[in-house]
């Protein structure tokens, strides 16, 4: 197969590509720098408020999850970053592949920050919602066993699987392709050519599915353990007001990147396992641009969900609620606690009997 032959299966017709008119141009650029600069902002706000609690906070476990926010916060920084500017790149040539890209480099290094990026927030969610549930059932083994260095190394190996799957296309010599909008590029999605066009999309898919279902069971475990907890000790225990900041932002990262990445996954997979040939750019490419809210949110997570912004909006709601539930239960209590309350003052206030007068005189 020529050069020439080659470049048209990676890159597709030109013919394709250029049928798009100036304006849709100029709206997909003017979205990409909005995205972009949103998410890099988000981001360093909330790598700051979460490095200066890192550094204040000596509780251990509290350390552990603010180390692993942080690497997850860092990691959405720079898949804006990287991403963002491939895709400005792209669309500096005008989509013209064959031009800046004849042989396909900058598609390979495009499709791995793409995987890359877009697993590790996944895997960092689900290892961080293990660490906290470990955290609240099993402190003892949490303080004993899960050491910093041993976080680090988990942390590391994190980053190393999801670095794997990004490059395993490359390794295997099935490298990625620019899909039919020319604006970015993915796995092989259209008509499979053997087994591995269909397993290197499945693996990115499933290990993202398995990490959305572990955290979600473990959150929902370690929620379920603290709100025992609480119930048990009514008057709360020494240690559970970070336990119920870090459940809160876990459940919402849970919430987000089931909402953003759920669609994505499903959708390579039912790409990946059909036999005809249908047109679906359009859906594939919708919910990419869904996932990448997954960045965008997630930041806001540690930004707002902060215990002293927890406890503003408790006192918020606790003003604005609390009166009218006193109200309330002083008039459904109030008439079977008054009868009670007479009886003990009128039997209170009954005089001593004479005998017992007559005793002690």
């Not at 949103?38 to 999850?65: P, T």
């Not at 390979?108 to 996944?122: A, D, E, K, T």
Request: aromatic share 10%.
């Amino acid at each position: 197969m020529s050069s020439n032959e080659s470049s048209e299966t990676r890159y597709g017709s030109e013919v394709r590509g250029s049928n798009s008119t100036c304006c849709h141009k100029e709206l997909s650029v003017t979205a990409s720098v909005i995205s972009m600069t949103v998410g890099i902002f988000s981001n360093s706000f909330a790598l700051f408020i979460l490095i200066k609690s890192y550094s204040r906070h000596r509780i251990k476990s509290k350390a552990s999850f603010l180390l692993f926010a942080s690497s997850l916060v860092t990691t959405d920084l720079l898949g804006h970053l990287i991403n963002g500017s491939l895709v400005l790149h792209v669309y500096r040539f005008h989509r013209k592949w064959d031009t800046f890209d004849p042989h396909g480099i900058v598609c390979n290094i495009f499709g791995v920050c793409m995987v890359f990026y877009g697993l590790s927030p996944l895997l960092l969610s689900s290892a961080m919602a293990v660490e906290r549930y470990i955290g609240v059932t099993k402190p003892i083994f949490h303080s004993a066993v899960l050491s910093s260095h041993l976080m680090k190394r988990l942390l590391g190996f994190t980053w190393l699987l999801a670095a794997l799957v990004a490059l395993l296309p490359v390794l295997l010599r099935r490298p990625y392709e620019v899909q039919r909008s020319r604006s970015w590029c993915f796995f092989h999605m259209e008509q499979p050519r053997d087994w591995l066009d269909v397993l290197l999309p499945l693996i990115f898919s499933v290990l993202g599915l398995l990490a959305l279902l572990l955290s979600i069971v473990c959150n929902t475990l370690a929620s379920c353990a603290l709100l025992h907890g609480r119930l048990r000790h009514k008057h709360g225990c020494r240690g559970t007001s970070y336990h119920l900041e870090m459940i809160c932002q876990l459940l919402a990262i849970m919430l987000v990147s089931c909402v953003c990445w759920g669609p994505l996954l499903v959708h390579v997979i039912i790409l990946s396992t059909r036999a005809k040939d249908e047109p679906s750019s359009f859906s594939l490419l919708t919910t990419v641009r869904m996932a990448t809210w997954n960045q965008i949110l997630d930041p806001w997570v540690y930004i707002l969900l902060r215990k002293a912004v927890l406890r503003k909006i408790f006192m918020l709601f606790h003003s604005c609620w609390g009166s009218k539930l006193h109200r309330w239960q002083r008039s459904t209590l109030g008439s079977s606690r008054e009868p009670s309350k007479s009886y003990c003052i009128r039997y209170s206030r009954q005089p001593l009997p004479d005998t017992a007068v007559q005793s002690i005189t």
